[in-house]
C-alpha cells in the first residue's frame, strides 16, 4: 500500500509534530510596548529583551534574525570572505543550509559525514577540501540539534586560518556533554525559531556570537546601512516586535517544555534498547531540546516499511534528510565525489514524532503502535 502524502496534523492520531506557540494572552501585554512606543521593527525593545534572554541560554551575545536561512546567511557575509570563495558543509543537511552559502554569494562544498556521529568530521572536512586552494570557511550543522561538541573540528579550522560556523538550527536550549550551552562554539553559531523548531515562535532566527561580531550582524541584516552609507552587502534580516513577543512569551515556558522532550526522548531510547535493538539512536547526543527523535533503520527497505507500517497505524514520521544534497539536481554539482555516508543515512533515516505538550498515556499509546509496525517487519 502506498504511503499517504498527508502534510499538517489532519488524519494522523500521531503528527510528527504538533507546534506549540505561546497563545496571545500570553504575550498581547508585551505587545503594547511596541504599539505604544509606534515601534515595530528595527531592533525594538521586545527585540532586544529577547536577544538578553537567548544571550543568557547561549552564554554568548545574540543577534535575531527573520529566519534561520537568513541567521546563516548573516553569519556568513558577516565573515567578509572574497566573493565566490568556497564553504564546506555537510550533505546530510536540510537544503536551507546550502540555500544560505548562495545567498551569501559564496561557493558550497559538499562534504560527506561521519557514520557514526551523522555530522562532519576532520576526516570528512578535509577530504572535501584536498585539490583545492579557494576555502573559505567551514559552516558545520547540529543533525537534528544533537549537542556534539566540535572543538576537534575547531582545532583543524584554528591550524588553517579557516573559520568554523554552526547551523545549530534545531539545538537552542541543548547543552554539550560538559554542561556547556550550544552556541559557545566556532565563530558563530545559528539558529532557527521556526514553528516546528522546539524554540518556536513561527519565522525567526538568532545567531550566537562574540560581542565584536554584534554591530557587523545588524549592518549585514540592515541593507548593509551604516552611519548613512551602504558599506557592505546586506539584506533584511530583521525580526519584528510581533515575532519578538511571541519569542519573550515562548522563553517563559521553554524549560518545562525541554524537561517534557527530555523525558520523552528517554523513553524512546528505552523502548528500542529493550525492545528492537537494531535500529540506530544517535551516539553521545549530549543534552539536545529534541526537535525529533531520530532513528536509523538497518536499511533503507527497513526504513521505507516502517513508514508505510506506521502511516497505516496513524503515525507519521519524516525522512530528514533526504535526499543527501549530493543527491539533488540542483546541487549534485558541488560535490566532487561520491559521498556515501550521507547517502547511505539520508535513505535509512526516520524521524519520530515528539510534541512539547505530551498527554497522559499518550507516549505509551504511541510505543504500542511502533512496537506492532516493528513486528510486522523481518527481523534485522
Ligand atoms: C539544519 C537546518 N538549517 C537551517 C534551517 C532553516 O531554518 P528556517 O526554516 O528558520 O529558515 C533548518 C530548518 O529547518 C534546518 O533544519
Redesign the pocket.
Known amino acids: 500500500m502506498a504511503i499517504p502524502h498527508r502534510y499538517g496534523q489532519a488524519g494522523w492520531d500521531f503528527p510528527f509534530q504538533r507546534p506549540l506557540l505561546p497563545p496571545p494572552s500570553a504575550w498581547l501585554d508585551d505587545l503594547a510596548e511596541a504599539y505604544d512606543a509606534r515601534w515595530f521593527s528595527n531592533h525594538g525593545a521586545l527585540a532586544r529583551r529577547l536577544e538578553a534572554a537567548l544571550a543568557r541560554r547561549c552564554a554568548r551575545s545574540v543577534v535575531l534574525a527573520n529566519?534561520?536561512?537568513?541567521?546563516?546567511t548573516a553569519a556568513l557575509m558577516a565573515l567578509g570572505l572574497a566573493p565566490g570563495a568556497a564553504v564546506v558543509l555537510p550533505a546530510f543537511?536540510?537544503p536551507?543550509?546550502l540555500c544560505?552559502v548562495e545567498q551569501a554569494g559564496l561557493t558550497p562544498v559538499l562534504a560527506d559525514v561521519d557514520a557514526h556521529s551523522w555530522e562532519l568530521s576532520v576526516e570528512c572536512v578535509e577530504a572535501a577540501c584536498r585539490g583545492r586552494g579557494d576555502i573559505g570557511a567551514v559552516l558545520a550543522?547540529r543533525?537534528f540539534g544533537l549537542c556534539r561538541d566540535f572543538s576537534a573540528l575547531q582545532g583543524w579550522c584554528d591550524a588553517r586560518g579557516l573559520p568554523l560556523l554552526i547551523?545549530a538550527?534545531?539545538a537552542l536550549g541543548g547543552e554539550l556533554d560538559d554542561g556547556r550551552p550550544v552556541g559557545a562554539q566556532g565563530a558563530m553559531e545559528?539558529f532557527?525559531?521556526?514553528a516546528?523548531?522546539v524554540f518556536a515562535i513561527g519565522?525567526?532566527?538568532a545567531i550566537a556570537c562574540d560581542p565584536a561580531r554584534v554591530d557587523v550582524l545588524r549592518r549585514v541584516m540592515n541593507f548593509g546601512l551604516e552611519g548613512g552609507d551602504v558599506t557592505s552587502a546586506g539584506f533584511n534580516g530583521k525580526l519584528s516586535e510581533f515575532a519578538a513577543a511571541v519569542g519573550l512569551a515562548q522563553d517563559r515556558v521553554f524549560d518545562a517544555q525541554l524537561a517534557l522532550r527530555r523525558a520523552a526522548a528517554q523513553a524512546y531510547a528505552g523502548f528500542f534498547a529493550e525492545r528492537h535493538r537494531g535500529w540506530g539512536l544517535a551516539q553521545t547526543p549530549g543534552r539536545p531540546p529534541w526537535q525529533a527523535f531520530p532513528l536509523l533503520a538497518p536499511d533503507a527497505g527497513a526504513a521505507d516499511a516502517l513508514e508505510g507500517a506506521l502511516a497505516r497505524a496513524g503515525v507519521q514520521l519524516r525522512r530528514?534528510?533526504r535526499p543527501a544534497l549530493h543527491l539533488t539536481r540542483a546541487a549534485a554539482r558541488y560535490a566532487a565525489r561520491p559521498l556515501e555516508q550521507a547517502g547511505d543515512l539520508a535513505a535509512r533515516m526516520v524521524c519520530l514524532p515528539m510534541y512539547s505538550d505530551w498527554r497522559d498515556g499518550e507516549l505509551g499509546a504511541l510505543f504500542d503502535r511502533l512496537d506492532d509496525a516493528l513486528r510486522q517487519l523481518p527481523t534485522p
Do not use: W
Not at 529566519?67 to 546563516?72: C, E
Open positions: 529566519n534561520g536561512t537568513s541567521a546563516i543537511t536540510f536551507a543550509t544560505a550543522v543533525v547551523d538550527a534545531a545559528t532557527s525559531l521556526h516546528t523548531k519565522e525567526g532566527g530528514y534528510y
